[in-house]
């Protein structure tokens, strides 16, 4: 069974400052790994993907993230951020079980303060 | 105009009164899916639908049906609303078949049962 756990519910920080989000899995199969942003009174948009190739994965609005298999993460960074960037962070996962099944983190809270 | 679009945007019912969430779709996408959110708990799949005549439970169908009546739309009914599915609903889509997809959101819909 796959599972995903984001280690902060919510992460304050000021603007300018480098963040980073946090983001663990479990799986049993080859993974891909997702992260999505929620800004307020929207749906979810695809931040970032990881299918295979290298680790380190650029996304949009200058985030990335680095897939590190000996630690199963797939953690967000962004070196400076912006007010804008407030939002909600989820993490997903999805492998080949067969079926589709794509696993959403609880999210992670983003508040970036002036 | 936005690709993926939900009817209603918010909604208040009553226990045991019938319901129903819309949602249509511009993007030509066969994939679409209902989950639910909730604080602190992520997105949780209710059902899944790879074309109009193929449609799959979630982990979380128990009081839920739904509805493709074309490849534009998608519909998810609550047949007696109970307080427990308060939530915010999102209807999403992607493009292919595989679990490597990314997936288009709704802006959601808020359903408050009281």
């Known amino acids: 069974a796959q599972s995903v756990t984001q280690l902060d519910s919510q992460v304050p920080v000021f603007e300018e400052a480098p963040v980073e989000l946090r983001c663990n899995y479990s799986?049993?199969?080859?993974?891909?790994l997702f992260w999505y942003v929620q800004y307020p009174n929207q749906g979810l948009q695809l931040l970032l993907k990881y299918l295979s190739g290298s680790t380190l994965v650029k996304g949009i609005n200058g985030f990335e993230a680095e897939f590190n298999k000996s630690q199963t993460s797939f953690h967000l960074r962004k070196p400076s951020v912006h007010i804008s960037d407030t939002a909600e962070y989820f993490c997903?996962?999805?492998?080949?079980?067969?079926?589709?099944?794509?696993?959403f983190g609880a999210g992670t809270r983003l508040f970036v303060k002036a | 105009d936005a690709d993926v679009t939900q009817t209603p945007r918010n909604r208040i019912t009553k226990t045991g009164k019938r319901i129903m969430l819309e949602c249509s779709q511009t993007k030509g996408h066969d994939r679409m899916y209902w989950y639910r959110q909730d604080p602190g708990l992520g997105l949780r799949l209710i059902y899944y639908s790879f074309d109009v005549k193929d449609i799959n439970k979630g982990e979380i169908s128990d009081g839920y049906s739904v509805s493709r009546q074309a490849q534009a739309k998608f519909s998810l009914s609550l047949e007696s609303a109970i307080p427990n599915q308060t939530a915010l609903y999102f209807c999403a889509t992607s493009e292919g078949r595989t679990v490597t997809d990314t997936q288009y959101f709704g802006p959601g819909t808020r359903l408050t049962v009281l």
């Open positions: 799986s049993s199969v080859s993974v891909y």
């Open positions: 997903a996962v999805s492998g080949d079980t067969g079926g589709f099944k794509t696993i």
